[in-house]
């Protein structure tokens, strides 16, 4: 097997050098070759990458497996030029899923201590007593999720005392946590939920979701957080739902265009929280053992076990 590297940037902290360095330690006996710099490419049949260039995959004929250094597959399933037989295999956890669980639940915090008001009176020096609370136990947290991620950050909000449900695409019996699946199950979940969380992969079925008539559905002075991806939310329907105080706030990891453009009203507004896509960052250590752990699956003809179904596009 010869192995072809790629990643773009340095991203949320996470050192590409220490990835690379850590993959050839761990894998002495493989050629591990960092594009462009390949002097044969018909040898490469595995490519280990983060968002590679438009021309990463000309003349990898022999390519079969392409290993994603992230969670989330949509930049790689959007390349135009990702070869249709290719195995796809992403990262599960990987030591992604606790910094996630902690970002999320600060968001929790944040929207059931409501933060954004109480910043927001400060601005103005007023002493406000008026702004409750809802009590834990009846705060209902909705994820839209039931995978990797959403799971380990449900069991820490209920772990918190917060109600949890979660939302997915099949249905699932889920150990204290509601389960809602399919459109019927989300009409049923949105209007009893005071926070909702987005943790879905980007996909044609999900590209949009967080739009107008979802945020409808919600409650008034609902809150949402976003660490799935920017795509799944419409901004103009997000800014006209917190304009009209139907939200009363957001915490936002990721956006349409990344980084926030200096001109995006998303910014400045006093109900947004905004951080740079560093809600769970690819853990440098957790990354190169679970790489290595499905090279080596792949190697004996195993199904790695973060392999991912094009077909369902995550
Ligand atoms: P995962 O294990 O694949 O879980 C995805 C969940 O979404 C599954 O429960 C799946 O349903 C559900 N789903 C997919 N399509 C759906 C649809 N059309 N309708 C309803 N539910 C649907 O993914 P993960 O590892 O938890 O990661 C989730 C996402 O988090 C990633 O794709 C990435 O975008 C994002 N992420 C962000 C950061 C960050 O720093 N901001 C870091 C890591 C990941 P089923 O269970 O029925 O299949
Ligand atoms: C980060 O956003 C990831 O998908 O791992």
Redesign the pocket.
């Known amino acids: 097997m010869s192995i072809l590297y790629y990643s773009s940037s340095d991203q949320?902290g996470t050192s590409n050098d220490r990835i690379l360095s850590g993959l050839r330690e761990k894998l002495p006996h493989k050629t591990i070759s960092v594009w462009p710099d390949c002097p044969d490419k018909t040898s490469i049949t595995t490519a280990i990458v983060w968002q590679p260039p438009i021309d990463f995959f000309d003349g990898l004929s022999n390519l079969k497996h392409v290993l994603s250094i992230?969670?989330?597959?949509?930049h790689l399933l959007g390349h135009p030029a990702l070869p249709k037989n290719v195995s796809v295999t992403?990262?599960?956890?990987a030591g992604?899923?606790e910094?996630?669980a902690q970002?999320v639940l600060y968001g929790v915090l944040h929207a059931q201590r409501q933060m954004t008001a109480l910043a927001n009176a400060q601005r103005n020096q007023l002493w406000r007593h008026d702004i409750s609370t809802v009590p834990t136990q009846r705060f209902h947290v909705g994820i839209?999720?039931?995978?990797?991620?959403?799971?380990v950050t449900a069991k820490r909000l209920v772990d918190n005392g917060y109600k949890v449900s979660?939302?997915?695409?099949?249905?699932?019996q889920l150990q204290g946590i509601a389960h809602f699946?399919?459109a019927d199950g989300?009409e049923e979940l949105l209007p009893q939920v005071n926070a909702l969380v987005c943790?879905?992969?980007?996909?044609p079925?999900?590209t949009g979701?967080l739009n107008a008539s979802l945020f409808a559905k919600l409650p008034v002075g609902a809150y949402l957080i976003n660490?799935?991806?920017g795509g799944h939310a419409d901004e103009t329907a997000l800014l006209d739902a917190l304009n009209s105080d139907h939200l009363s706030g957001a915490l936002l990891?990721?956006f349409n265009e990344e980084p926030l453009p200096p001109s995006s009203p998303i910014w400045s507004h006093p109900n947004i929280v905004v951080t740079p896509?560093?809600?769970?960052?690819?853990h440098e250590d957790g990354a190169v053992e679970q790489i290595a752990q499905s090279i080596d699956q792949l190697e004996r003809d195993e199904i790695p076990h973060g392999m991912v179904n094009r077909d369902?596009?995550?």
Do not use: E, N
């Open positions: 949320g992230a969670a989330g597959v949509d992403r990262l599960t956890d992604m899923a910094p996630m970002y839209l999720g039931a995978g990797v991620l959403s799971l979660c939302w997915s695409r099949t249905p699932k699946d399919g989300l943790l879905l992969p980007l996909t079925q999900t979701i660490p799935g991806r990891d990721v896509h560093v809600a769970a960052p690819t369902a596009g995550y």
